[in-house]
């Protein structure tokens, strides 16, 4: 199927990084909030990048207004409901992420497929909130940044078709990026490695192995790591690291390998989530 329209549930980090990346390889994009100032911040992360894009000449003026008309934002998923593909971006809870699949099978056609960006839970478990449409949802992980990172983790659930699957690697091509199949277990392939490998650098600090900056310069020059693994945790968020090693724990047999550390988890209950919100592990200067 030539996928027309794309509709994004969420206008958070990842749900306007999809937006934008379809935009530009020539998709209408419409992103979907309730929450109208989080529909203002999309709006202009788009305007900033497009811009940002034209000025380095990674794109044309052309282009930019191509995409800028490509992008839509609204309030409800009924405003959307002409969209013949469906990403959901929400916050990574398995009941939240429910709830959503079923308004969206009320508010879109019957032969829209349903992605899920999540990062670590299980695809059959959500497709489950929609029995009649198991067939239509799949998992589409993208990564951080959207419109740089060139994966996109492809996770089949028990029912997903093979036309789904077809459909989704070919979308995912189409929007410039590398599909890679990964079986429907908790945290899938990419947080199963990553996640244990965050906890343990958490662990070596609470343990005084070394101090997190020490810690993040042994892993970036003995690693060769473009960012340690506690700058990386403050980046995607420490209370989404903490999120999806509890998934990962509960899905896992709960191995204690995947239980959050505590310091991890002070951190987050301090408010103290990283880069969105200027400490965590690190402090961070305002803009």
């Given at each position: 199927?030539?996928v027309?329209?794309?509709?994004?549930?969420?206008?958070?980090?990842?749900?306007?990084?999809?937006?934008?990346?379809?935009a530009?390889h020539?998709?209408?994009?419409?992103?979907?909030?309730?929450?109208?100032?989080?529909?203002?911040?999309?709006?202009?992360?788009?305007?900033?990048?497009?811009?940002r894009?034209i000025?380095?000449?990674?794109?044309?003026?052309t282009?930019?207004?191509?995409?800028?008309?490509?992008?839509?934002?609204?309030?409800?998923?009924e405003d959307?409901?002409?969209?013949?593909?469906?990403?959901?971006?929400?916050?990574?809870?398995?009941?939240?992420?429910?709830?959503?699949?079923k308004?969206?099978?009320?508010a879109?056609?019957?032969?829209?497929?349903f992605?899920?960006?999540?990062?670590?839970?299980?695809?059959?478990?959500?497709?489950?909130?929609?029995?009649d449409?198991?067939?239509?949802v799949?998992?589409?992980?993208?990564?951080?940044?959207?419109?740089?990172?060139?994966?996109?983790?492809?996770?089949?659930?028990?029912?997903?078709s093979?036309?789904t699957?077809?459909?989704?690697l070919?979308?995912?091509?189409?929007?410039?990026?590398?599909?890679?199949?990964?079986?429907?277990?908790?945290?899938?392939?990419?947080?199963?490695?990553?996640?244990?490998?965050?906890?343990?650098?958490?662990?070596?600090?609470?343990?005084?192995v070394?101090?997190p900056?020490?810690?993040?310069?042994?892993?970036?020059?003995?690693?060769?790591?473009?960012?340690?693994?506690?700058?990386?945790?403050?980046?995607?968020?420490?209370?989404?690291?903490r999120?999806?090693?509890?998934?990962?724990?509960?899905?896992?047999?709960?191995?204690?390998?995947?239980?959050?550390?505590?310091k991890?988890?002070?951190?987050?209950?301090?408010?103290?989530?990283?880069?969105?919100?200027?400490?965590?592990v690190?402090?961070?200067?305002?803009g």
């Amino acid at each position: 199927m030539a996928v027309q329209k794309i509709a994004v549930i969420g206008g958070g980090t990842m749900g306007s990084g999809i937006a934008l990346t379809a935009a530009t390889h020539g998709i209408q994009s419409v992103i979907v909030d309730i929450h109208e100032e989080q529909l203002t911040r999309a709006q202009a992360y788009h305007a900033k990048q497009i811009a940002r894009s034209i000025q380095k000449e990674r794109m044309t003026e052309t282009d930019g207004k191509v995409a800028t008309e490509n992008l839509s934002y609204v309030s409800s998923m009924e405003d959307a409901n002409d969209a013949d593909w469906v990403v959901e971006a929400a916050t990574e809870n398995v009941d939240v992420k429910k709830s959503i699949f079923k308004s969206m099978e009320s508010a879109f056609g019957p032969n829209t497929v349903f992605a899920t960006n999540t990062s670590s839970i299980s695809i059959t478990d959500l497709a489950s909130a929609i029995p009649d449409a198991s067939h239509r949802v799949i998992g589409m992980h993208f990564f951080n940044p959207v419109p740089i990172m060139k994966l996109v983790e492809v996770i089949k659930g028990k029912k997903t078709s093979e036309e789904t699957t077809n459909a989704t690697l070919a979308l995912s091509e189409s929007m410039g990026k590398i599909p890679v199949p990964a079986h429907d277990f908790a945290g899938f392939v990419s947080n199963r490695v990553l996640m244990p490998m965050i906890n343990e650098a958490f662990h070596a600090w609470t343990d005084g192995v070394a101090e997190p900056k020490d810690i993040d310069s042994i892993m970036k020059l003995g690693c060769a790591f473009p960012m340690g693994p506690l700058r990386l945790a403050d980046y995607i968020g420490l209370d989404v690291c903490r999120d999806i090693m509890m998934v990962m724990y509960n899905g896992l047999d709960e191995n204690p390998k995947y239980f959050p550390n505590q310091k991890l988890v002070a951190l987050v209950e301090a408010g103290h989530l990283g880069d969105k919100s200027g400490q965590g592990v690190y402090e961070y200067e305002q803009g």
